[in-house]
Antibody, heavy 119, light 109 residues
């Protein structure tokens, strides 16, 4: 069955960097677009970034554009999110989510990893 | 990239039906038939309930249904059950980004 396992979260100071990983199993990662979605404590869901199955196209939320970079290593079945210039408002649980070919929804979600930006 | 508008809370008694609205613009909800809905229980990851406005993934009860009219999408849950109590989020594709609603807390009385 599909499994998505995020890692790399933790506490980081404002202005710092962090790289999240999402290990995929149970499906062929190279066939599907993938997303990062976040949820600040007690708040709603916010879409963060998307990467096409082959990495050729990437989209970002305005709130992270220029600071975050989504990437993937299909042979390693892993999705990444490089987060730079972190701000307090980036504090959230970060979920990776699997897309669906020719569709535009999040079919499967990981359990999330918590990122806390604080001095 | 403004969030879609959902009511903060709705409630209903077991067996009743509730409808959660999700209002966007012609750039998102009104422009594409790609509205999806997610259920989230406390401390858990979201779960896909409806996609492409009114399609149900396998395993989701037919008590859950979706619709759309203009810039407003809706999720209807009929025959409410205690386990339906959760947060519900709508989401729309918007060309080069996705946008969620603020979420609706469903209370089963």
């Amino acid at each position: 069955q599909v499994q998505l396992v995020e890692s790399g979260g933790g506490v980081v100071q404002p202005g710092g960097s962090l790289r999240l990983s999402c290990a995929a199993s149970g499906f062929t990662l190279s066939v599907y677009g993938m997303h990062w979605v976040r949820q600040a404590p007690g708040k709603g869901l916010e879409w963060v970034a998307f990467i096409r199955y082959d990495g050729s196209t990437k989209y970002y939320a305005d709130s992270v554009k220029g600071r975050f970079t989504i990437s993937r290593d299909n042979p390693k079945n892993t999705l990444y999110l490089q987060m730079n210039s972190l701000r307090a408002e980036d504090t959230a649980v970060y979920y990776c989510a699997k897309g669906v070919t020719s569709h535009f929804y999040f079919q499967h979600w990981g359990q999330g990893t918590l990122v806390t930006v604080s001095s | 990239q403004s969030a879609l508008t959902q009511p903060r809370s709705v409630s209903g008694s077991p067996g009743q039906s509730v409808t959660i609205s999700c209002t966007g613009t012609s750039s998102d909800v009104g422009g594409y038939n790609y509205v999806s809905w997610y259920q989230q229980h406390p401390g858990k990851a979201p779960k896909l309930m409806i996609y492409d406005v009114n399609e149900r993934p396998s395993g989701v009860p037919d008590r859950f249904s979706g619709s759309k009219s203009g810039n407003t999408a809706s999720l209807t849950i009929s025959g409410l059950q205690a386990d339906d109590e959760a947060d519900y989020y709508c989401c729309s594709y918007a060309g080069t980004y996705w946008v969620f609603g603020g979420g609706t807390k469903l209370t089963v009385l």
